[in-house]
């Protein structure tokens, strides 16, 4: 009876490894631990008409990029492909992609119809031989073609770990050219990838410290046209700009939204103090939220709109400070070696990131909104201003090596996957836009 059980055991068990469909549902679990990349298959984009030709092998080159240079997948070079994609409607040969290693397999199709197109995929869970969720298309204009891929990222992405996207995104930043002792530096915005980028200013006045509105349709920053410190709102789609909050006698800086769009928070330096001030920007009307005799500024809402965060003196050296989004009494979080600066409150409400400095080092770091739990995620020269992801998972920032030119860099806050965001030349405060609508 023994020898039985143990012999239908095994059949039982090579019958299950021979059965694909019986496998787990593919997802990737995002933990804090180091993730072995997911080994996918991105074939080109399936043309469906002969103006489609032109894009097909690009939309897919742009997926592909998006999903490796999140650390988390592969891709699996074309030239190990066995079986080849000739249609979007035809059936998968799931045992030739599962003989290269292929978990994922990503198959598009686009048709282009004068200035308009049509772009379609298909995602495949190669181990169980089964599709992940239905097919799905975006439509829009050829000049966008760059937002349909990364719309497919955004949703392929999501679908395999469970996780927002952040791909269909804009990052505002400072682009600077000329030589080091008299940079020129213009207001730029770009997609998240570092393509489509776009001067917003001329380049005659510094500006510096931008930040995006939640629906990613005006900026917000900090002018130098008048000679002092004023803070600017641009309209993103016309470049409309206006000077804004205002205060007699005092320098204003360090502007940031809050989560509904509707008003202000900045800094204002008048008679010795830094204090930070609410302004709402339907009706003018200003509210002073702190007035202790020190340095006050760096704000930034919670997602909810009820606390800022901010960075002070106030205590000796500068450290990270919550209060009310209303003023109030202000509770001090950061209690490490150093000091800390910039903090900007996760889109996830869990996490606050900030710059350290510490014994002749930098670092971008993040820690619970109480304080608890803090981890650097990096280190160099000089490292400085956080800006998260539409998802609250990755994180840029400026880094400027010893001597060198300043760059921007993200870092997944799991401390992984480092890496330099491409811009045409040196480039500093990056502003990380919401998805776009």
């Given at each position: 009876m023994t020898r039985l059980f143990l012999l239908l055991s095994v059949l039982l068990a090579f019958v299950a490894a021979q059965?694909?469909?019986?496998?787990?549902?593919?997802?990737?679990?995002?933990?804090?631990?180091?993730?072995?990349?997911?080994?996918?298959?991105?074939?080109?984009?399936?043309?469906?008409?002969?103006a489609g030709s032109q894009y097909s092998e690009a939309l897919a080159r742009v997926v592909a990029?998006?999903?490796?240079?999140t650390g988390l997948f592969r891709e699996v070079p074309r030239e190990a492909h066995i079986a080849r994609v000739s249609s979007f409607d035809a059936s998968v040969s799931f045992s030739d992609w599962r003989a290269i290693n292929v978990q994922a397999l990503i198959t598009g199709a686009v048709e282009v119809s004068g200035n308009r197109m049509t772009v379609k995929f298909r995602l495949f869970d190669v181990l169980s031989g089964q599709q992940m969720g239905q097919g799905m298309q975006f439509a829009g204009s050829t000049d966008n073609w760059r937002r349909m891929a990364h719309k497919v990222s955004d949703a392929v992405y999501s679908?395999?770990?469970?996780?927002?996207?952040?791909?269909?995104?804009?990052?505002?930043?400072?682009?600077?050219?000329?030589?080091?002792?008299?940079?020129?530096?213009r207001l730029a915005i770009m997609d998240q990838d570092g393509e489509n980028v776009q001067m917003l200013t001329d380049g005659r006045s510094l500006v510096i410290a931008p930040r995006v509105s939640p629906g990613g349709d005006q900026a917000v920053y900090t002018t130098y046209e008048t000679g002092s410190p004023r803070i600017a709102l641009m309209n993103l789609a016309s470049g409309q700009r206006q000077?804004?909050?205002?205060?007699?006698?005092?320098?204003?800086?360090?502007?940031?939204?809050?989560?509904?769009?509707?008003?202000?928070?900045?800094?204002?330096?008048?008679?010795?103090?830094?204090?930070?001030?609410?302004?709402?920007?339907?009706?003018?009307?200003?509210?002073?939220?702190?007035?202790?005799?020190?340095?006050?500024?760096?704000?930034?809402?919670?997602?909810?709109?009820?606390?800022?965060?901010?960075e002070s003196d106030r205590s000796g050296t500068s450290q990270i400070y919550v209060m009310p989004a209303t003023g109030g009494e202000a509770r001090r979080i950061s209690f490490g070696s150093g000091r800390y600066s910039t903090p900007v409150w996760s889109p996830r409400g869990d996490l606050i990131a900030f710059t350290k400095s510490h014994a002749g080092r930098f670092h971008i770091g993040v820690m619970r909104t109480d304080g608890s739990e803090e981890r650097l995620l990096t280190a160099s020269f000089l490292d400085?201003?956080?800006?998260?992801?539409?998802?609250?998972?990755?994180?840029?920032?400026?880094?400027?090596?010893?001597?060198?030119?300043?760059?921007?860099?993200?870092?997944d806050i799991s401390g992984r996957n480092l890496r330099r965001i491409p811009t045409p030349g040196p480039a500093s405060d990056p502003a990380w836009g919401p998805l776009r609508p």
């Open positions: 059965t694909p469909a019986m496998a787990q549902p593919l997802r990737l679990q995002i933990t804090e631990g180091v993730i072995e990349p997911m080994p996918f298959a991105m074939p080109a984009f399936v043309p469906e008409n002969s990029a998006n999903l490796t240079n679908r395999i770990t469970g996780e927002t996207g952040y791909f269909d995104s804009r990052v505002v930043f400072i682009s600077e050219s000329g030589p080091r002792g008299n940079r020129t530096k000077l804004v909050g205002d205060i007699p006698g005092a320098m204003t800086f360090s502007p940031r939204f809050s989560p509904d769009g509707r008003s202000l928070v900045f800094s204002a330096a008048r008679g010795g103090n830094t204090d930070l001030y609410r302004l709402d920007l339907g009706s003018g009307q200003m509210q002073q939220l702190t007035s202790s005799p020190s340095i006050a500024t760096s704000p930034s809402f919670s997602p909810d709109g009820r606390s800022i965060t901010f400085e201003g956080p800006t998260w992801a539409p998802n609250g998972r990755v994180i840029m920032f400026t880094r400027e090596a010893q001597g060198g030119d300043p760059a921007l860099f993200s870092v």
